[in-house]
């Protein structure tokens, strides 16, 4: 079996483990807003957002590296 779906299958487990355990209702606070939410849904948030920024800075470096050769 290859190295990424393994990787990928470990990665979502750990994350899923890390949802089940934390579902206590916090409150976040940015500038002026105020939220409470669950800490599973911040922390799904915060995933989602890592994943999108991750993808835009590495299609942005392709994108140079093609564009320097």
């Known amino acids: 079996m290859k190295f990424k779906p393994i990787l990928i ?8 483990i890390i949802l089940i355990q934390n579902t206590k209702v916090v ?19 915060t995933f989602l957002a890592g994943i999108i920024t991750g993808f835009i800075v590495s299609s942005l470096f392709r994108k140079y590296r093609i564009e320097k050769k």
């Not at 299958?9 to 899923?16: A, T």
């Open 9 to 16: 299958i470990l990665i979502v487990l750990i994350l899923l």
């Open 27 to 45: 409150d976040v606070q940015l500038l002026f807003w105020k939220i409470s939410m669950s800490r599973v849904i911040l922390l799904l948030l």
